[in-house]
């Protein structure tokens, strides 16, 4: 699928390509997994943010994570950054660390199962579902 000037990538797919590719024992499958589901999470909340103008300082991650770890926001809100710091622990390991993970069929499960937590909740709170 190509994608025109006035279309935009829908992120979300990318959880659904990290689930077909979560369905085999093979180590580097399940680690670009683990990464693809992280990143349909972070771009998924990174456009929440971007649509509300709700961006702070920082590296492009800590910008988009830090915006829901702040003490007044909603309890979703703090859920979601708890959430995604498991995904981005998860998401380094896989990406860089040879060594970090015993179980990663487990684990890859753990952050595909994170990541639609997280955009489920983004839409609840996006008013889409």
């Known amino acids: 699928m190509s994608i025109g000037a006035t279309e ?28 693809r ?5 972070f771009h998924v909340a990174r456009q929440y943010l971007v649509n509300r103008q709700k961006l702070a300082q920082g590296t492009e991650h800590e910008r988009v994570w830090s915006a829901f770890s702040k003490p007044g926001d909603k309890r979703q809100c703090r859920q979601i950054w708890a959430w995604a710091t498991r995904l981005r622990k998860f ?10 993970c015993e179980d990663w069929p487990r684990q890859c499960q753990t952050s595909l199962d994170l990541a639609e937590k997280t955009i489920n909740l983004l839409d609840s709170l996006d008013g889409h579902r």
């Open 37 to 41: 589901a992280y990143y349909a999470a």
């Open 8 to 35: 935009s990538f829908h992120w979300r797919q990318f959880l659904v390509t990290a689930r077909a590719l979560s369905t085999t024992p093979d180590e580097a499958l399940l680690r670009t997994a683990t990464s």
């Open 91 to 100: 998401r380094v390991e896989a990406d860089y660390r040879l060594d970090e």
